[in-house]
């Protein structure tokens, strides 16, 4: 009797819950339980969700699957997240994720539950805008104040002590602390407000890294600490914003730095099927369980004291995660007290028929906002097997960086060039018709078969160009990729 009450409390209070919660079963990820919030907040009965699979709960474009979850369930006891799910009207709206397995039965379960996030949000927004506007007025007085003192400390205004010299640059370092704390604050207000535009282009990954070792190498050895880079020989391509990419690794390896005492501080790169893993391994002081949760936070301190004395912002790592995941990419960390800590992001792995698609895209963006028209040319290198067979690989490829500097030589600045690791390249003509693109097409043509003979290539190799223009033959990336494809004979 008693059981039976408490079973019928139990499930009283379960579906009368305003959040909706979920259990799952963890193998077959299929839907076992849920409540009835769910009408309220997804627009669906219960019913709909039970037998099928919990990935359903969430739109197409769902930054995590049932999946992952399990996969971070696997390192941490809780995992929260936010991201979309399909309500009301087919609409995607914004939930907060929380999950933990519960043991039932000899066996666990995983429980998920969502809430609604569409008033917090609008509340950060309201927030962000605030701080994005402060931060921004700060900007001008903190650099001429910044102006001021350099010059009287530099003695323009009159012989300065050294004393004063001293509290001068005390000021400076004061002012500097400021200005990049203000500078996270911007960068923190564009990711959340959704206005940080990235800059993109294919980049060879081991090359950046390569670069940010190297920048980090003096501050390491100040510290007595290793600096190791660890990469594939081979070059590992992706598409990413150069500048955005290096801030990820600055501010990871700069955390690293501030927490290790002694050993050594790793950026591991691995490029697998699934995309292209990077890791900052230390050797430091590591991170409480209970803290791994928050780690990504904004204004996150925790208690450890930085072993370099230098105090963040606590915004680093959640403008990183930030810049990862606009990148379609995730982050992650892996951390035992006083064994050292492993910040883990992923990115993911882009053909190049879907890179030119995208940059055709923000190529019809600001067509349509300058209401002009829009050229795209394919350019591709005729027998380019043949030329491999008798250049190889790698003066192929230096032969396809020379036909790019001829292209770059050749039209204006603000045309946007693409190149693939073959043997096709994009170029866009902003505010050029299908006239003045066959102009620039004669000309590459010609520049190129300059290009061709003076390398010695086969006379088989030959470089040409194929045609589409927005919006007469296309509105849409895939109608302007595709007119060029079938322009060229592979359609």
Known sequence: MATQASGSLFETVFQGLSDVVVVIDRRSKTVLHINKATQQLLGRSPDSFLGNSADTLFG????????????QLALHDTWTGQQDALCKDNSLCPVEVAACLVPWQADQFLLITLRDASSRMQIDSAKNEFVSTAAHELRTPLTIIR????????GICGEVNEDQKELLEMSLQGIDRLARIIADLLDISKIEAGKLILKREMLDLTSVVGQVSASFQPRAQEHS?????????????????????IQVFTNLIGNALKFTEQGSITLDVQDTEEGVRCSVIDTGKGIDKED???????????????VTGEKGTGLGLS?????????????????????????????????ADEV????????????????????????QIQAYVE???????????????????AIRSCVRQDMDLVVSQSETMLLLLPGTDKTGAQTVIDRLQEV???????????????????????????????ELYDQALRTNGHK
């Not at 197409?60 to 996969?71: G, M, Q």
């Not at 050292?340 to 990115?347: A, D, E, Q």
């Not at 690989?393 to 500097?405: K, L, N, P, T």
């Open 448 to 478: 190129c078969q300059n290009c061709v003979e003076k390398a010695g290539a086969p006379k088989q190799v030959k470089v040409q160009a194929f045609l589409s223009v927005y919006p007469d033959q296309g509105v849409t990336p895939g």
């Open 387 to 405: 030329l491999q067979k008798a250049f190889g690989v790698d003066r192929a490829q230096e032969f396809i960086r020379e036909i790019e500097q």
């Open 292 to 306: 791994l949760p928050a780690v990504f936070g904004k204004f996150k301190q925790f208690g450890h004291k930085a």
């Open 356 to 379: 030119f698609r995208d940059r055709i895209g923000q190529g019809i963006n600001r067509a349509r906002r300058d209401n002009n028209p829009m050229s795209v040319l394919l350019i």
């Open 147 to 154: 102006e001021g003192i350099s010059q009287v400390m530099e």
């Open 225 to 245: 600490l290793e600096m190791k880079a660890r990469v594939p020989q081979a070059p590992v391509h992706v598409y990413a914003d150069q500048d955005k990419l």
């Open 60 to 71: 197409p474009s769902a930054k995590f699957s049932t999946d992952f979850v399990l996969e």
């Open 319 to 351: 403008i990183s995660k930030g810049l990862v995941e606009l990148h379609g990419g995730r982050i992650w960390v892996e951390s035992e007290a006083q064994k050292g800590t492993s910040m883990i992001f992923t990115l993911p792995k882009y053909s």
